[in-house]
């Protein structure tokens, strides 16, 4: 009994340190993207700063500082892109909202080509009844989404 109990610890303390190794990477990731979205709009790349803040965001984990931070820096970028008059990025629209278990919404699809809202439903049953305009960022909220992102329509 004393050695099944032991075998149980051991195995519970490699899970949990596999987790922490896990949880750590995606932190020391979204770090790395932050701090290169931060690099690239200072050097006035705008839309190498979208990318690399669009990174750090889907590295999300609970309570990171990148992730607000880069979401937050995302919402200041569109609105100086609009103010500035660049319409044709600042003009991205709505796609998706996520959970940590997968979008829970699409809104459109980013390559038409590729896939339609009829193909994502057949192929994700969970997002039956949950594309198109009934899709909003406000739909997605109110289904738990915590990351919004957006692409040219």
């Not at 050695?3 to 596999?18: E, I, K, N, P, Y």
């Not at 993207?33 to 669009?54: P, Q, T």
């Amino acid at each position: 009994m004393r050695s099944f109990r032991r075998q149980v610890a051991v195995v519970l303390l490699g899970v949990t340190l596999a987790l922490a190794v896990i949880v750590v990477r995606l932190l020391v990731d979204a770090r790395t993207a932050y701090r290169n979205g931060a690099a690239a709009e200072a050097r006035g790349e705008v839309s190498e700063a979208i990318r690399f803040y669009l990174d750090a965001g889907r590295l999300y984990v609970p309570g990171s500082p990148f992730t607000r931070g880069a979401l937050d820096r995302l919402d200041a970028l569109g609105v100086a892109l609009v103010t500035k008059g660049d319409y044709a990025t600042a003009r991205m629209a709505f796609e998706a909202g996520w959970t940590a278990d997968g979008a829970v919404c699409v809104n459109h699809a980013r390559v038409k080509d590729n896939i339609s809202l009829g193909d994502i439903e057949a192929r994700w049953p969970r997002l039956a009844g949950r594309t198109g305009v009934v899709c909003t960022e406000a739909a997605a909220r109110s289904l738990g989404a915590v990351l919004f992102n957006r692409s040219l329509p």
